[in-house]
């Protein structure tokens, strides 16, 4: 790559961070341009936001060449700077290594270990163009949570770091009882606000760094990655509840709609992420077969 001449390495002071964000403006960004999760979008919107390989920190790289604790991006007034935490493969802007606190200018290649970001700053042309065209290749249009492709490729390559790593990866699969004699018995616009409507409550569900998607039909998968068979029975048992607590109101009618679900972690016997997918969806008809409106793991 081209070297990045005047690169700052000024520290910042000890002040109190600040954010000043008018409203309706678009947020500061980075692109993630490789690995797993090629493409990603990860909003600055935090004062101090970790970087690194660890589940705790805010943006999480799954990738081996990333330290636990790899990175810090720093937001104080309009400046955006970074900080690399002592990690082993360093941190680097257009390949100049940051050495210390270092601002970050619009359109700055940004690399962790191999794992390479651009910086787009707010109100920038691209920042915009690149939110729509993400959501239309990620986001399923008519209940906006992600697509099926998304989370195909999400699963498969959370499958490889629990494999590489040793973490624990659950999955919920779960689908809409009765869906079909909603559209029959209140038309298929009632149909497709009971589907819009649900994927909003499973949203307000889960976690910030699980993944919901529509499978297709009325048919959603919750990635859990760090997460153990008994905590994502927890999680699925209360989106169960959330559903079924819910008044769906439409067109004068107050209807109330339930969802089956299954619940599968990654075992030491399942060779590719399918088989995962698979597992949770045995058990997702399990609880179909057994009365529905329940979890079975």
């Known amino acids: 790559m081209a070297s990045r001449p005047n690169i700052s390495t000024r520290k910042t002071s000890g002040s109190k961070l600040e954010i000043r964000r008018a409203p309706g403006r678009s947020r500061a960004c980075l692109i993630q341009y490789n690995g797993a999760k090629l493409g990603r979008r990860y909003v600055l919107d935090e004062a101090v936001i970790a970087v690194g390989r660890a589940s705790e920190n805010a943006i999480v790289i799954h990738d081996d ?6 990175a810090r991006i720093i937001l104080r007034d309009d400046e955006v700077a970074v900080e690399d935490l002592g990690s082993s493969n360093g941190t680097f802007i257009f ?3 940051v050495l210390s606190c270092t601002p970050l200018n619009n359109g700055d290649m940004l690399r962790l270990g191999n794992i390479l970001f651009k910086y787009l700053a707010r109100d920038n042309v691209e920042n915009m163009f690149h939110d729509t065209i993400y959501r239309m290749a990620t986001i399923d249009a008519g ?7 998304y989370l195909l490729e999400t699963l498969d390559a959370e499958f ?14 779960y689908d809409l009882d009765f869906f079909k004699k909603v559209n029959d018995a209140h038309g298929h616009g009632c149909g497709d606000y009971i589907l819009r409507e649900s994927a909003q409550i499973a949203k307000s569900c889960v976690r910030a760094d699980d993944v919901l998607a529509r499978y297709g ?3 959603f998968v919750v990635v859990l990655p760090s997460t153990d068979g008994s905590t994502a029975v927890e999680l699925a048992e209360r989106l169960r509840k959330a559903v079924a607590d819910y008044v769906f109101v439409y067109d004068g009618s107050r209807l109330r709609q339930t969802i089956s679900l299954g619940v599968s972690e990654c075992r030491p016997e399942f060779a590719v992420a399918s088989e995962l997918l698979e597992d949770a969806d045995r058990k ?4 179909k077969n057994s ?3 329940r979890v079975t793991r």
């Open 65 to 70: 060449s990333v330290s636990r604790e790899h």
């Open 217 to 219: 039909g009325e048919e």
């Open 284 to 287: 997702l008809y399990q609880s």
């Open 291 to 293: 009365g529905r409106n």
């Open 160 to 173: 490889r770091f629990c494999r590489v790593f040793g973490r624990p990866l659950s999955l919920i699969y």
């Open 95 to 97: 390949d100049q290594p």
């Open 143 to 149: 209940t906006q949570v992600f697509n099926k492709k």
